[in-house]
């Protein structure tokens, strides 16, 4: 059974840095974009960024253009979403996901297939 392991959250002042990972476990994803969401306590859970199956499109929420990266390495079953100059507001959980889109980057949760279980990030400030 595939399963999305993410690793890589923790505490960090504002301005700084994490870089989260997402590894693809009991099988393989082919051709399924890659996306990352994250929910703070009381609110819906919102997109953040996603990369296609190849990794050369990617799209971002605005609040975080500029600042995050997300990217994907193939050959080791794993994305990752690089996170620079981080701010109190990007404080939640952050989740990967996996779905097929068919050329198309989601931002909508109900497209993806396959949740990990999550992973905190804090930013204080």
């Known amino acids: 059974q595939v399963q999305l392991i993410e690793s890589g959250g923790g505490l960090v002042q504002a301005g700084g840095s994490l870089r989260l990972s997402c590894a693809v476990s009991g099988g393989t994803l082919d051709y399924h974009v890659m996306g990352w969401f994250r929910q703070a306590p009381g609110e819906e859970r919102k997109f953040v960024a996603v990369v296609n199956w190849i990794g050369d499109r990617t799209d971002y929420v605005d609040s975080v253009k500029g600042r995050f990266t997300i990217s994907r390495d193939n050959a080791k079953n794993t994305a990752y979403l690089q996170m620079n100059n981080l701010k109190p507001e990007d404080t939640a959980a952050y989740y990967c996901?996996?779905?097929?889109?068919?050329?198309?980057?989601?931002?909508?949760?109900?497209?993806?297939?396959?949740w990990g279980q999550g992973t905190q990030v804090t930013v204080s400030s």
């Open positions: 996901a996996a779905g097929m889109a068919y050329g198309t980057l989601p931002h909508t949760p109900r497209i993806y297939s396959y």
